[in-house]
């Protein structure tokens, strides 16, 4: 009988009074709401959709930024082939290839972020830089900013040392064991690009991680860290292939071509 007087109330309420129908199944405290003024209605409706905004917009933030970058990259592709004289096309769609791959890497984790964000807590979410923020672009680099020799970046190193500061829990030292080389990297523009934006990526990942754990601490939340080592260990392991594509791109770097420099939106890491 409750359930059908429920269903008698919709017809008399206004298409924005709908999810009212909702709170109605809640406790009394709820259902009070129904005596509202249709103002005071709307503006509860308006809050409830702004308290739940972050959540939506931090859902799978990763593959959403990994699709905004193969959409970029595809455009490049044609711009770069005419300024390379098509010696970039292997560069371009190989790197389009790995991206698309990478999104079936990073859905479990994203489902698994969910929880927090349904908490308004942006873990896996705030580290993802925007793709409406990429430098500006140029067809040639100047040239006294053309890279003049390859700078054979160790990564291994940097790759042996990260994993056992992560399973130690050494989150500030591996942060600041990343960070050294990323100051490095500065020094030399134009060059190693793919691997400095996963680099900033892991640098940036641990510098929210202490914030993400007391949001959910504070939530009573399970300690997002071992998620963020996941998403962390994806990118620690992509370094081979990032080292790779560098080499590759060298040549036509150095030539004042700026494919993936030009492609990789800057992230806050320091």
């Given amino acids: ?64 930024h990994i699709s905004e970058a193969i959409a970029h990259n595809k455009r490049m592709a044609k711009i770069y082939s005419k300024l390379s004289d098509h010696d970039s096309e292997k560069l371009s769609y190989t790197l389009i290839t790995l991206e698309k791959i990478s999104k079936l890497f990073v859905h479990s984790i994203e489902k698994e972020a969910k929880l927090y964000h349904a908490h308004n807590i942006p873990v896996l979410c705030e580290e993802v830089p925007p793709m409406d923020n990429l430098p500006e672009f140029q067809e040639r680099a100047p040239e006294e900013l053309r890279p003049k020799t390859f700078y054979n970046y160790d990564r291994k190193t940097l790759s042996d040392s990260l994993k056992k500061l992560m399973d130690q829990n050494k989150f500030q030292d591996a942060y600041d064991l990343v960070a050294k080389d990323l100051y490095e990297l500065e020094t030399i523009p134009n060059q190693q690009c793919l691997t400095k934006h996963f680099l900033e990526s892991i640098a940036y990942s641990l510098k929210l991680s202490q914030t993400r754990r007391a949001e959910a601490a504070q939530a009573g939340l399970p300690d997002p860290m071992p998620l963020i080592k996941k998403y962390i260990s994806l990118q620690r392991g992509a370094l081979f292939l990032t080292a790779y594509l560098d080499k590759q791109a060298f040549p036509l770097q150095k030539d004042g071509l700026l494919i993936y420099c030009q492609d990789v939106p800057p992230t806050n890491w320091k």
């Fill in 1 to 64: 009988m409750m359930v059908q007087n429920r269903i008698r109330l919709t017809p008399f309420l206004g298409f924005f009074d709908f999810p009212l129908y909702f709170l109605h199944t809640f406790p009394f405290s709820f259902r009070s709401l129904l005596y509202f003024s249709p103002m005071k209605r709307l503006l509860l409706i308006a809050l409830i959709c702004l308290g739940t905004a972050q959540a939506s917009e931090c859902d799978f933030a990763i593959k959403k």
